[in-house]
Nanobody, 123 residues
Framework: EVQLVESGGGLVQAGGSLRLSCAAS????????IGWFRQAPGKEREGVSC????????YYADSVKGRFTISSDNAKNTVYLQMNSLKPEDTAVYYC????????????????WGQGTQVTVSS
């Protein structure tokens, strides 16, 4: 059974930091890309960052470049999203998702999803 379990969300003041974790199981981690998406109330789900476990290539949305860093610990089948200099507009439910091989920014390309973790940034 494929499982993706996010953790690390919470409430933080603007300018603060959080680290999200996505623990994966039930599939070959090294053959998949793990993406982080977010969805704010009334908005569409958007791609935030992604890492391909096969070659380490990464993607960042323009809105988070220079503030967020994605990394992967293949020994632990876990992907992390370090979020620094958080802004109120980063407030959303953050999801990790997995797809074979390479990153895309299209949510429908990802067959596996976690349950989401809430990130709230206060001003």
């Amino acid at each position: 059974e494929v499982q993706l379990v996010e953790s690390g969300g919470g409430l933080v003041q603007a300018g603060g930091s959080l680290r999200l974790s996505c623990a994966a199981s039930g599939f070959t981690f090294d053959d998949h890309a793990i993406g982080w998406f977010r969805q704010a109330p009334g908005k569409e789900r958007e791609g935030v960052s992604c890492i391909s476990s096969s070659d380490g290539s990464t993607y960042y949305a323009d809105s988070v470049k220079g503030r967020f860093t994605i990394s992967s610990d293949n020994a632990k089948n876990t992907v992390y999203l370090q979020m620094n200099s958080l802004k109120p507009e980063d407030t959303a439910v953050y999801y990790c998702a997995a797809r074979p091989f390479y990153c895309t920014q299209i949510p429908d390309d990802y067959p596996y999803w976690g349950q989401g973790t809430q990130v709230t940034v206060s001003s």
